[in-house]
């Protein structure tokens, strides 16, 4: 016999998304105080060095690859409780998306930094700028390199609330 959801449930594993039935719900966050949170996040994209050298001249034909994803990033964070279903609308103080190219590894590292003073934290934020801009550059550098790959998305950093990372 095959158990359901929340017969396999433990009320004790750590998941907050989680009621003590085994059903999803946003987390309450309604009796935590307010505090100054941040987040940073971090990935990097893997291309040709061709690619990676339309990227530094400015040749691609969509135009300033880093620029239009700077925004589309930016734009991201934002917009995060509209495509992660159980995340909080937030009022966010500051969003930064920053590139490094490294010529050596034939990538282009994106970190985010995320802000607000509030009652819960912004690592999701962070890590979907972080992803929409990658993915915004191989949107605008697919058609000359295909190969392109994402990885290395994570949270370097999380300050405020109780479970702060360094």
Known sequence: MS???SENYLPNDG???FDAHGQAH???VGGKAPTHRVAVAEG???MQPATLEI???GTAK????LSVARIAGIMAAKQTSNLIPLCHPLALTRVAVDFEVLPAENAV???ATVELHGKTGVEMEALTAVQISLLTIYDMCKAVD???VMDGVRVLEKLGGKSDIN
Request: charged letters at 35%; aromatic letters at 0%.
């Open 3 to 5: 158990k359901t959801m």
């Open 15 to 17: 998941l907050t998304h």
């Open 26 to 28: 946003m987390v309450d």
């Open 44 to 46: 990097r994209i893997v």
């Open 55 to 57: 990227i530094q001249k």
């Open 62 to 65: 969509k135009g300033d690859v």
């Open 109 to 111: 590292r994106c970190e």
């Open 146 to 148: 295909k190969s392109m």
